[in-house]
């Protein structure tokens, strides 16, 4: 499994309209982003209310035992609302890419 760091690197990547897997002098392309991919990272690090209050409501939920959804829960609370997302709950139904909802 990739980690997050490499997943948001090669998001960057594509995003850019650069396949990842390309190679550039002797490595791969998506290696080029991991200083964005750590400062996007690094944004979201502290979460904000209402990231706190959606992890908050899945935890009372009786999912505290559910860390990647509690998870989840906050990323998509950080996402609700902002240009460009994809609807509420797309996530769950597909993979976004480069702005684009792709189905999986």
Do not use: F, H
């Amino acid at each position: 499994m990739k980690t997050g760091l490499e997943r948001v690197a090669r998001a960057l990547c594509e995003l850019d309209a650069n396949p990842p897997d390309a190679t550039m002098d002797g490595k791969p392309l998506w290696q080029d982003y991991l200083p964005e991919a750590w400062a996007a990272i690094m944004a979201v690090r502290e979460p904000d209310p209402a990231m706190i209050g959606a992890g908050t409501r899945r935890a009372a939920e009786g999912m505290g035992d559910d860390i990647g959804g509690i998870y989840r829960a906050m990323i998509d609370a950080a996402m609700e609302g902002q240009p460009n997302a994809p609807p509420s709950g797309a996530e769950r139904s597909g993979a976004v890419t480069c702005g684009r909802l792709e189905t999986v």
